[in-house]
């Protein structure tokens, strides 16, 4: 099963416009999004690190929140987008 990550920050205005749509996917869909907050969690910094050669080639050359990531197929979809888009990189 895959695991679905959202690595965002705190203050980060394009992570918080993301979150509602974040949580209208999970109860619409039954998909389970795991929120890492990475500015102020070391520990959640470091797992999104560990993912840059995954990471920066899909978000711009550069690690950024908000980075949405799918561990099984390895894709990531970055910055504030449309529901849809959400939903249509949740469901591959």
């Known amino acids: 099963m895959a695991k679905l990550i959202m690595f965002h920050g705190r203050e980060c205005p394009h992570c918080r416009?993301?979150?509602p749509l974040v949580d209208q996917l999970e109860k619409e869909t039954g998909i389970s999004i795991e929120k890492d907050e990475v500015w102020h969690d070391e520990k959640n910094a470091d797992l999104m690190r560990s993912y840059r050669p995954i990471l920066t080639p899909q978000c711009g050359g550069q690690?950024?929140?908000p980075t949405f990531?799918?561990?099984?197929?390895n894709q990531a979809v970055c910055g504030e987008m449309t529901y849809e888009k959400l939903k249509e990189w949740?469901?591959?």
């Not at 990531?69 to 197929?73: A, H, K, M, Q, R």
């Open 17 to 19: 416009a993301m979150i």
């Open 63 to 65: 690690l950024r929140v």
């Open 69 to 73: 990531l799918n561990t099984e197929t």
């Open 90 to 92: 949740a469901l591959k």
